[in-house]
């Protein structure tokens, strides 16, 4: 991890309230794993005081940048998205400890990632390198499940397919794909394929996780999870993102923000 | 122009008056990869107690305006585990190190001071004021009342001859008795204030914010207070104070000094900025240099007013 100060090179509204911003680094894109996050200075003073953080959406080893998606929920989000071309942005990375996807098991045979809303957001990264991973190996290329509440909010279902991966919708007013929830969707993918050997990857709203991580359980396949908290330090010395898992309190900057989903004890 | 920053806290001397508070700087190796912790006058580790605590249940921090409340409640490895995985890289530090200690009985607190004396551990913080742990069932903690102030100063005094640091609460109704009283029982230093207890709601569930219902607040939002304190107790005792509570910048640092703190703790602010000490210490060089202030303890309490009484 390293604190400096960033040069953005692009910071794009995409429609709605998300935007994409992509950071030049010589430091972030050569270490950043899929699944690991940046915490970021929004503001320039004290409100709102604490940094923000943001999954590592993409990276680019060539042209050392990087780039986060994220929504404007808030003032510090509300800050962020005023930045422009050419401002430098205070950032903290990369942190955390992203997915675990270098498995030698060759013999898995589909991986399944489930975005909801915003959580597709490390899932692009995480299948680039899955993507780059699977020229060397027998693995197929990603299945992604992506959900929102509507065809307009469904998030990077292009940069998914320009990757190769297969790429189904869920919109739970039926704009688009299939209609209801990601997670009906991923029961009825997993229902049809020989998914034994299967890893999910989720990354959404906390009712979403939950509900994936109980299919994944019944189907007894591995997951993994990427939780949200609110972060302080971001580099495990406030103790203040704690989540309880089997092994007792866990925290979501250090010990993840991804965890195996069976570790967690859901509430 | 040669300008001398030392300040002496009991026994130590400290090449600076910049500390970072406990509870917000893990036990440095945190923080390793991102600040130069042995340009810091101290560093202050979390607090540790007897048994391994696990803390309180999540959420445990809530933002809100100009501050942060929190609710860990303690959450630590033990004395065991500390001497064996955190001390030695304390140890390897070029800096002075201070061991902050919770007990929930005044035994406790000098088990825990003579057992890291052993170590060779230098200072104590005694942390007789955390706003977010039970540590006597149903009653207020340590320094909220003088009497028990002075029980747990006095006995962890009688068992060691090391640095004896007290934090206090401002959660009282008068902070200089409180202070008097842990001076007379052989403290060494006060270290103020630990957070002002506060709660958050959410208004669409109707439940608090924080796990534990409510919590100790800190950042900007408690620097007045926290100013207030400083000056009450630097004008009722005189051992030394580290002053803290919502320090951002080094102008919020020499307001404390310039309010009677020998030295300073930056808490909230590590979280924002991890160099936010080393740029708090270079701003208060660049200020004595401006100002001609040779000797850092010469601006100790140099508030010029007309003294209320108080």
């Not at chain 1, 794993?33 to 929004?42: A, N, T």
């Not at chain 1, 292009?158 to 990757?163: A, R, S, T």
């Not at chain 2, 917000?24 to 391994?52: M, Q, R, S, W």
């Not at chain 2, 219902?213 to 950042?219: A, D, F, P």
Request: aromatic letters at 6%; hydrophobic letters at 40%.
């Amino acid at each position: 991890m390293k604190l400096c100060k960033s040069r953005i090179i692009s910071n794009h509204h995409i429609k709605n309230s998300y935007y994409e911003l992509s950071i030049s680094s010589d430091y972030i894109p050569r270490f950043a794993k899929p699944g690991q996050f940046v915490h970021i200075k929004c503001s320039d003073n004290n409100t709102p005081l604490l940094r923000r953080p943001f999954s590592i959406h993409s990276v680019s080893k060539e042209k050392n940048t990087f780039k986060i998606l994220y929504e404007v929920l808030g003032k510090g989000t509300g800050f962020l998205s005023k930045k422009k071309a050419g401002d430098f942005l205070d950032i903290i990375g990369p942190l955390g400890n992203g997915f675990d996807f270098q498995t030698t098991d060759d013999r898995r045979q589909t991986t399944v990632l489930v975005a909801g809303g915003m959580g597709t957001a490390p899932l692009l990264f995480l299948a680039e390198k899955l993507v780059h991973n699977s020229q060397f190996t027998v693995h197929r290329k990603p299945l992604v499940l992506i959900g929102a509440k509507t065809k307009n909010l469904i998030l990077c279902k292009d940069e998914f397919k320009k990757l190769g991966c297969d790429v189904k919708i869920a919109t739970e007013d039926g704009s688009l794909g299939f209609k209801g929830k990601v997670t009906d969707l991923l029961k009825e993918v997993l229902s049809t394929v020989n998914c034994q050997l299967s890893t999910v990857y989720a990354c959404g709203p906390y009712p979403m996780l939950k509900e994936v991580s109980k299919i994944a359980k019944k189907h007894r396949i591995n997951c993994q999870v990427s939780l949200e908290e609110i972060i302080a330090c971001g580099v495990g010395a406030c103790l203040g993102c704690a989540v309880s898992t089997k092994g007792g309190f866990k925290l979501v900057c250090k010990d993840g923000p991804v965890f195996n989903s069976d570790e967690i004890i859901w509430r | 122009m040669e300008i001398d920053l030392s300040v002496k806290i009991g026994k130590l001397i400290l090449k600076n008056p910049v500390l970072v508070a406990s509870g917000t700087f893990g036990y440095g190796k945190e923080y390793k990869d991102l600040i130069g912790i042995n340009k810091l006058g101290a560093f202050v580790t979390k607090t540790i107690t007897l048994k391994p605590r696990e803390g309180n249940l999540p959420p445990r921090i809530v933002e809100t305006p100009s501050g942060i409340l929190n609710s860990i409640g303690l959450e630590n490895c033990g004395l065991e585990v500390f001497i064996k995985e955190k001390l030695p890289f304390l140890k390897t530090l070029k800096t002075a190190f201070v061991v902050s200690i919770a007990g929930y009985t005044k035994e406790e607190f000098s088990k825990l001071a003579k057992q890291l004396e052993d170590e060779g551990v230098k200072a104590f913080e005694l942390n007789i004021s955390c706003p977010n742990i039970e540590y006597r069932k149903g009653k207020l903690n340590f320094s909220q009342d003088a009497k028990s102030t002075y029980a747990v100063v006095k006995e962890v005094k009688k068992s060691t001859k090391l640095t004896v640091i007290t934090k206090l609460s401002p959660n009282v109704t008068d902070i200089s008795e409180i202070a008097k009283s842990a001076e007379e029982a052989g403290s060494d230093a006060m270290s103020l204030i630990n957070t002002i207890l506060g709660m958050a709601v959410d208004i669409d569930t109707k439940k608090p914010l924080l796990g534990n219902i409510t919590g100790g607040l800190s950042g900007p939002a408690v620097k007045p207070v926290a100013l207030r304190v400083v000056w009450e107790v630097y004008n009722s005792v005189k051992i030394p104070i580290i002053g803290m509570g919502g320090i951002m910048d080094a102008n919020d640092a020499i307001e404390f000094i310039i309010s009677g703190a020998s030295a300073i703790g930056i808490g909230t602010a590590n979280f924002i900025n991890p160099k936010a000490s080393l740029e708090i210490l270079s701003g208060i060089k660049k200020y004595m240099v401006k100002n001609e202030i040779k000797d850092i303890k010469k601006l100790t309490g140099s508030l010029k007013c007309q003294k209320k009484s108080l």
